[in-house]
């Protein structure tokens, strides 16, 4: 265990259905991460929070929308999902966002299957 | 982009054997970090390399840093099955709010 868990871990849902991922780490970070990860592509970085505020928006449809009531919480809230967002989405925290030899730590991701 | 570029995208090798991953990337970096996920897993950071660092152990991994070459290796020594996974480079820039940037990764699988 990396002291980060996400729910659920395993979602299935249509088109136009609205859902949400939880995000959770125990670790008293700061920093708190959303990534996208599909077959045979690089792990997509989607947005950063630090200290509850967002600090990177990496071009995301506007159908994903996240929110950071407090440092150890991150959703990702789901409406009018497209087939192709069918993926692993993982969590991640760190320290900090300001310093560069901060490692993240990793939840183990919620597969994320739209129909 | 700094983006790291794993290489190969898979490889397969008998257990106790030594494997080997490559990383390249394109811009200036401040360090650079080895992830391993399992299949539908997490990322499990393994090790960080500073760039003013040329090599770095930690238990059966080796990583050596080239920033002439902007390349680092993975070395795993004596493999086990257990270590079958995907093993991701990522690398920090100098600014400090620059995210990590993942590559595509390399599978490995090793053959009991």
């Known amino acids: 265990e990396t002291g980060v868990t996400q729910t659920p871990r395993h979602l299935v849902m249509g088109m136009t259905n609205k859902k949400s991922l939880k995000c959770e780490q125990h670790?008293?970070?700061?920093?708190m991460y959303w990534y996208k990860q599909s077959a045979k592509k690089p792990l997509e970085l989607m947005f950063v929070?630090?200290?509850?505020?967002?600090?990177e928006n990496n071009s995301v449809p506007s159908r994903f929308s996240p929110e950071c009531p407090n440092s150890s919480h991150l959703f990702l809230h789901l409406h009018t999902l497209q087939p192709e967002d069918s993926a692993l989405y993982l969590c991640a925290s760190s320290q900090t966002t300001g310093v560069p030899d901060h490692t993240q730590y990793f939840g183990p991701g919620t597969r994320l299957t739209v129909l | 982009s700094q983006q790291g570029e794993e290489d190969p995208q898979a490889l397969s090798i008998q257990e106790g054997e030594n494997a080997t991953m490559n990383c390249s990337y394109k811009?200036?970096?401040?360090?650079l970090q080895w992830y391993r996920q399992n299949s539908g897993r997490g990322l499990v950071h393994l090790i960080l390399?500073?760039?003013?660092?040329r090599e770095k152990h930690s238990g059966r991994l080796r990583v050596t840093l080239d920033t002439s070459k902007k390349s680092s290796s993975l070395l795993i020594t004596a493999s086990r099955a257990a270590d079958t996974a995907s093993y991701f480079c990522?690398?920090?820039?100098?600014?400090?709010?620059?995210?990590?940037?993942f590559g595509k990764g390399t599978r490995l699988s090793v053959i009991a």
């Open positions: 670790l008293g970070h700061n920093a």
């Open positions: 929070y630090n200290f509850k505020e967002q600090t």
């Open positions: 990522a690398t920090a820039g100098n600014s400090g709010n620059t995210p990590l940037v």
């Open positions: 390399i500073r760039s003013n660092e």
């Open positions: 811009t200036s970096i401040n360090n």
